[in-house]
């Protein structure tokens, strides 16, 4: 059968999207945000032209390889104090841009195909990659609420390294490729995950460039 006529016959296409659960709690929505992905990246571009991507400082005095900027009520940073979330963006002094309405609904939509009813995301965290930068193995432990993260993905492809609970446990490594959208939260909340070093490349929609998009409930 061909795509466009399973599409057809599926009175929600959205709900057509291959699952793939990584764990209790992870799911993997394959191409999920792939209809809706030239209209987010035309979106990305729009919000950087207000808070522009920049590289942060790391705690320990390093710089991070990925180029971030956040939209929301509250943006992350992370600084020589610090990681926390910010009602302004500490660059421009200005508040983030606000959430795009479509993005909530994509990331609610997605929470719920996973089990997360009522899911609020306050803050979406815009990671930009250029062949090259990766982000290293961590938890998500920044925000003060254990709603799931929503996690979107454009443009060059990743290894999105996916371990456990301990810093030690063994890592999967799982292809995340355009329009893919990840969905952890419950007992996989706090599952140690990193993104490998993004390969050269170029594609169509996003030229030689990865977003990621972690949509958060910070509070
Ligand atoms: O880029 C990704 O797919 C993951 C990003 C991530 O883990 C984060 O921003 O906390
Ligand atoms: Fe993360």
New binding site residues.
């Given amino acids: 059968m061909t795509r466009q006529r399973e599409l057809a016959l599926d009175p929600q296409p959205s709900m057509a999207t291959r699952r793939e659960w990584l764990d209790d709690g992870a799911l993997l929505l394959r191409g999920h945000a792939g209809a809706v992905a030239v209209d987010m990246v035309t979106e990305i571009k729009r919000i950087a032209r207000l808070s522009p991507f920049r590289r942060m400082a790391t705690p320990g005095g390093g710089m991070m390889s ?1 180029a971030m900027t956040c939209c929301g009520a509250r943006g992350w940073c992370s600084d020589g104090q610090g990681y926390r979330y910010v009602a302004a963006d500490p660059q421009t002094g200005q508040p983030w841009p606000p959430m795009p309405a479509t993005w909530r609904q994509l990331a609610i939509h997605a929470a719920r195909a996973a089990g997360y009813d009522g899911f609020e995301p306050d803050s979406c ?1 815009i ?1 930009g ?1 250029r062949p090259g930068a990766r ?1 290293g193995l ?1 938890q ?1 432990r920044d925000e003060r609420s254990d709603a799931p ?1 929503v ?1 979107v ?1 454009f443009g060059l492809p ?1 290894i ?1 390294q996916w371990g456990g609970l301990r810093r030690t446990d063994p890592l999967r490594r799982i292809p ?1 490729l355009h329009g893919d959208v ?1 969905v952890w939260g419950g007992v996989s909340r706090y599952v140690f ?3 490998a070093p993004i390969r050269a490349g170029t594609h169509a929609v996003t030229g030689p460039c ?1 977003y ?1 998009l ?1 949509f958060r409930r910070t509070l």
Avoid: E, K, P, Q
Wanted: aromatic share 10%; hydrophobic share 45%; charged share 10%.
């Fill in positions: 990925v965290l990671n990659y982000m961590h998500d993260v996690s993905s990743a999105f995340l990840v995950h990193g993104i990865r990621n972690t």
